[in-house]
């Protein structure tokens, strides 16, 4: 096994790493554990599933930049409809907006400044390294499911009139998709997760840098990954966007093997990015492997909790709600993994 965590096993050696994913080259379909790991059309986004989130207002206490009248607060002064506070008058300052009651008050000149109401802008980085591919028995691989939390999220971002973005990553960033707001571009971003074949290793530092001089907005920023990487350096890459006044969002995708090793007698274990192989008997390591897992998760957490950043588990056995959960702030605080 390779990194702090190991990896769970795995069958056959992952699929050679494609040119580019813009557009990829027709390949048989590949599988784990004899199972496909291909799309069928639509089938991310569940419409009805989500009709029932249409009406909260997300990230409502969220100040960004904005160009376009939407449903978030602006830090810049306009004049919508919304009072903001006073300013003393000087000249040059509009007359329009002197307010008459204050001066006969007050015999001072006092200017009325609004808050102007501004669409956000939502970066969504979906993790695309080949240990993404890993799928438990009777479960779906892991990137499936974080491809449907990325089409649900931007479904949800595009009903509240904010924009989204979509950046695919592996060791490096491979696709990105400048922000919009339209249904055209909600399609787009479906169908680039759709075509999405995992392959390469994992490397989020080294794609947070690259975002860092890529994304020119504020906003929030949400990673979707397993994060089976070296991450000594991955709140330094996420200062970058904090420094900024971003806000993060950190969606930790696992398969239950990946938690407690999966139930074998004897297990060849092959890591899924640099094929690296051991035997083992798994009963004899799987007391240090959950508490080495459960301490790296828990670092994780509590390395974001922090720095204000949130951190939620996703399981692969039910990660769908609680993503949205977590991006709509149901949950208040980072969920740090707890299990005997």
């Avoid at 004899?34 to 986004?45: D, E, M, V």
């Avoid at 306009?78 to 307010?99: M, P, Q, R, T, W």
């Avoid at 906003?219 to 397993?226: E, H, N, T, Y």
Wanted: with cysteine.
């Amino acid at each position: 096994m390779s990194g702090a965590a190991g990896r769970p096993p795995v069958i056959q050696k992952p699929p050679p790493v494609p040119a580019h994913l813009k557009e990829p080259k027709p390949a048989s379909e590949p599988t784990i554990l004899g199972k496909p790991i291909g799309f069928q059309p639509a089938a991310l986004l569940n419409t009805e599933e989500l009709e029932r989130f249409k009406n909260l207002l997300v990230f409502a206490k969220s100040t960004v930049e904005g160009y376009y009248v939407g449903k978030h607060k602006s830090p810049f002064r306009g004049a919508s409809a919304e009072f903001a506070d006073y300013k003393e008058y000087v000249a040059g300052d509009d007359i329009a907006h002197l307010d008459w009651r204050a001066y006969g008050r007050t015999r001072r000149l006092y200017v009325r400044q609004f808050e102007e109401e501004t669409d956000m802008v939502v970066y969504l980085l979906v993790d695309t390294s080949a240990s993404m591919r890993y799928a438990g028995e009777k479960r779906q691989p892991k990137f499936y499911l974080a491809a449907k939390v990325a089409a649900a999220l931007t479904y949800l971002m595009l009903k509240q009139g904010d924009k989204a973005s979509l950046t695919l990553f592996s060791n490096k960033v491979n696709q990105f998709i400048p922000p919009g707001g339209t249904r055209r571009h909600l399609h787009r971003i479906v169908t680039e997760l759709e075509r999405v074949r995992p392959a390469a290793t994992t490397g989020v530092t080294q794609a947070l840098n690259e975002c860092a001089g890529i994304f020119k907005k504020r906003g929030r920023l949400v990673v979707i990954s397993d994060f089976l990487d070296d991450n000594r350096n991955l709140f330094e890459a996420l200062g970058q966007f904090l420094h900024r006044k971003f806000e993060i969002l950190l969606l930790h995708v696992v398969d239950p093997d990946e938690l407690h090793l999966p139930s074998f007698t004897v297990a060849k274990f092959v890591d899924m990015e640099t094929s690296e192989e051991v035997q083992v008997d798994p009963e004899e390591i799987r007391a240090s492997y959950r508490e080495n897992m459960k301490g790296t998760i828990d670092a994780l957490a509590r390395e974001a909790d922090l720095r204000q950043i949130n951190h939620t588990l996703l399981d692969t056995t039910n990660p769908y709600l609680a993503a949205i959960e977590a991006y709509l702030g149901f949950r208040g605080a980072n969920n740090v993994l707890a299990r005997p």
